[in-house]
């Protein structure tokens, strides 16, 4: 969760805020966050994957 509150931080600095957004909506970027973080990951292990060998 420390991603999370840290992007949280950067999104009430910067942009509109979360408290515009419904419970559900959250849950959505959230999520989508943590699936793009996780296939940012895998291209990465790829990535690596294929220069070394």
Known sequence: ???IEKLRD???RY???F???????LDEFINSAW??????G???CM???L???
């Open 19 to 25: 408290n515009s957004l419904s419970p559900y909506e």
């Open 1 to 3: 969760m420390h991603v």
């Open 35 to 40: 699936i793009l973080v996780l296939l940012g």
């Open 47 to 49: 990535v690596t994957f």
């Open 15 to 17: 942009g509109g805020g």
């Open 51 to 53: 220069v070394v060998f």
């Open 10 to 12: 950067i999104w009430m």
């Open 42 to 44: 895998a291209l990465a």
